[in-house]
């Protein structure tokens, strides 16, 4: 298929399954008019992991990476009332339009934004956090600095219980995944990631291509076993 097709397919499927929406579509704007990169997941991509948050009967979400909290609002929105996401942004002018835009589609109160980078923040989660208890968290969405994707997915295992669910974003890149001789150190972070995912006895995973509105790319999803 060319551009042309999927981009129609992907129209189709958005305006057939995912409808319409303001708040998440005020982020977008807001986030674009930020000058914010306009990275984050296509609609069908973000109904799925609102539907997996719904599916797994997820109470507590991890997001390492805001961004204009697109995402966030989907997984949000999956939730039962007394559910929570902790969301971690390493950018503070990222951070405030996140807090706006997550406020303005009315689940702020379920949304802690973590400011800082991952690996610095991922560590307090290990002690009580949420409703004074700890994690364990019931699904956990990686979708921030590629390099750092094996320390996301450790962190993810261990703030995880059996049945967790890990979503990773971007898994494909255009099919450079597949590309052995890559000297990108973004592609070579997903590499290592999915040789983890298939290598480390705490998960059991597969990997989607996408094909949409972002272009070529994929996902990988994971349990925690
Ligand atoms: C890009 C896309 C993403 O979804 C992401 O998390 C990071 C980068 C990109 O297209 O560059
Ligand atoms: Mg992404």
Same mark, same amino acid.
């Given at each position: 298929?060319?551009?042309a097709?999927? *981009?129609?397919?992907?129209? =189709?499927? %958005?305006?057939t &399954?995912?409808?319409?929406d303001?708040?998440?579509?005020?982020?977008?704007?807001?986030? @674009?008019?930020?000058g914010?990169?306009? +990275?984050?997941?296509?609609?069908?991509?973000?109904?799925l &992991?609102?539907?997996?948050?719904?599916?797994?009967g997820?109470?507590r979400?991890l *997001?390492?990476? %805001?961004?204009?909290? =697109?995402?966030?609002?989907?997984?949000?929105?999956?939730?039962?009332?007394?559910?929570?996401?902790?969301?971690? *942004?390493?950018?503070?002018?990222?951070?405030?339009?996140?807090?706006? @835009?997550?406020?303005? /589609?009315?689940?702020?109160?379920?949304?802690?934004?973590? &400011?800082?980078?991952? $690996?610095?923040?991922?560590p307090?989660?290990?002690?009580?956090?949420?409703?004074?208890? /700890?994690a364990?968290?019931?699904?956990?969405f990686?979708d $921030?600095?590629? *390099?750092?994707?094996?320390?996301y997915?450790?962190?993810?295992?261990?703030?995880?219980?059996?049945?967790?669910?890990?979503?990773?974003?971007n898994t494909?890149r #255009?099919?450079? !995944? $597949? @590309?052995?001789? %890559?000297? @990108?150190?973004? +592609?070579?972070? !997903?590499?290592? #990631?999915?040789?983890?995912l298939?290598?480390?006895?705490r998960?059991?995973?597969?990997?989607?291509? %996408?094909?949409? /509105?972002?272009? =070529?790319?994929? +996902? $990988?999803?994971? +349990?925690? !076993?």
């Amino acid at each position: 298929p060319t551009p042309a097709t999927w *981009e129609r397919v992907d129209a =189709y499927l %958005t305006e057939t &399954l995912v409808g319409h929406d303001p708040g998440l579509e005020r982020a977008v704007v807001d986030q @674009n008019a930020a000058g914010l990169p306009a +990275i984050e997941v296509a609609p069908v991509n973000g109904k799925l &992991l609102h539907l997996l948050a719904r599916i797994s009967g997820a109470r507590r979400v991890l *997001e390492i990476g %805001t961004l204009g909290a =697109y995402s966030t609002i989907w997984l949000a929105r999956g939730l039962p009332d007394d559910g929570r996401v902790v969301t971690i *942004e390493a950018e503070p002018r990222t951070a405030d339009i996140a807090r706006a @835009n997550l406020e303005r /589609a009315g689940v702020g109160g379920r949304v802690e934004i973590m &400011l800082g980078r991952g $690996a610095d923040v991922l560590p307090t989660l290990a002690g009580p956090i949420l409703d004074g208890s /700890a994690a364990p968290f019931d699904l956990v969405f990686i979708d $921030a600095d590629k *390099e750092s994707n094996t320390i996301y997915l450790d962190w993810a295992a261990r703030l995880g219980r059996p049945g967790t669910v890990v979503v990773v974003d971007n898994t494909v890149r #255009g099919g450079e !995944v $597949a @590309n052995p001789a %890559t000297e @990108n150190p973004q +592609i070579i972070g !997903v590499q290592r #990631g999915l040789e983890m995912l298939g290598r480390d006895p705490r998960f059991d995973a597969t990997a989607l291509q %996408t094909l949409d /509105a972002k272009g =070529y790319d994929g +996902i $990988a999803i994971a +349990i925690v !076993v």
